[in-house]
């Protein structure tokens, strides 16, 4: 049976420990500084499985924080090896860093390999640590670990491994990262994509106007209508679609934190979008020879 691991929540430690064992200094420092010029993605609820992985960093996810947002993480299954008898578990946890912290956590690595001392980002001032695996010796394989914000940022979430001699970790990994709403509701859309839901609505109803003005000019002007102009119809009818299900995938994943399988019809979508898009532009740029005979 497992045994879990529990870990209130908490803020930023605000000492160094010292006794993690060190990972090659080189793969400390690149990756947090390639994750922080990396774009911000839409979040949601997120299940991964993570097997036999020895990177020294995971990244999980990325979002945008407003004030009483908050993070959580839940593992079961958890597993290590090989399993050295001195291995620290406290050198295996997740972390939320502020992306513009990323230079600050880099310059702490550089001062430590400087004078000679072992470095793990769990150790950091400038992390907040969500979960460890202090039980880990004991064979625990399950826990899960939260964290109530208090300033608005944008946080990355990683997984951070600074044991010795390649430590593999298996895991199943459940993420959950939202906001709060004025009326305490969850909101599972990064702060500045919370509107996103009701823009995209307005952006549907925008391009049915223009489809029904369009339809009224051919309809108007059929004696002159060619098939490109329908061509031209079925774009605008193909990208208010994917308009109407990128509002009903956001407000799922506002609401849920899962899109629900709007997703599939926003790629469905957008795919003939494309097509359409590309063949009226190179019917129009080439005057449409090539398919003149074919249309007319």
């Known amino acids: 049976m497992d045994n879990h691991i529990s870990k209130k929540t908490k803020h930023v430690p605000s000492l160094f420990n010292n006794g993690h ?29 993570i097997e036999s992985d020895s990177r020294s960093f995971i990244l999980f996810e990325q979002f945008g924080f407003s004030p009483g ?4 993480v839940s593992i079961s299954g958890t597993s290590v090896h090989p399993h050295p008898p001195n291995l620290n578990p406290s ?8 992306n513009a912290f990323f230079p600050f956590i880099a310059n702490e690595s550089f001062s430590a390999e400087a004078d000679h001392r072992s470095y793990c980002p769990l150790s950091s001032r400038f992390v907040f640590t969500l979960l460890t695996f202090p039980d880990l010796n004991q064979g625990s394989s399950s826990g899960n670990g939260s964290l109530a914000l208090a300033a608005a940022d944008e946080y ?13 970790v298996t895991m199943r990994v459940r993420t959950e990262m939202y906001n709060l709403d004025n ?9 500045g994509k919370t509107k996103l839901p009701g823009i995209y609505v307005g952006l549907f109803v925008a391009y049915a106007a223009f489809l029904a003005l369009w339809v009224r000019v051919c309809v108007r002007q059929r004696a002159t209508v060619e098939r490109i102009h329908l061509v031209m119809g079925a774009l605008l009818l193909f990208k208010g679609l994917k308009m109407l299900c990128a509002a009903e995938d956001m407000w799922y994943v506002k609401r849920t934190g899962t899109p629900h399988g709007w997703d599939v019809a926003f790629y469905v979508f957008g795919f003939f979008k494309g097509i359409l898009l590309f063949t009226v532009i190179v019917l129009i740029g080439t005057g449409w020879s090539f398919l003149k005979p074919y249309l007319q």
């Open 21 to 49: 064992p060190q990972p090659p200094i080189l793969f400390l420092v690149l990756p947090l500084i390639l994750l922080s010029f990396l774009p911000g993605a839409t979040s949601e609820i997120k299940k991964t499985f």
């Open 69 to 72: 947002g908050a993070s959580s």
């Open 91 to 98: 050198s295996l946890g997740f972390i939320l860093v502020p």
């Open 156 to 168: 990355s979430l990683l997984f951070v491994n600074c044991a010795p001699g390649g430590v593999e």
């Open 183 to 191: 009326g305490g509701v969850r909101d599972y859309l990064p702060a």
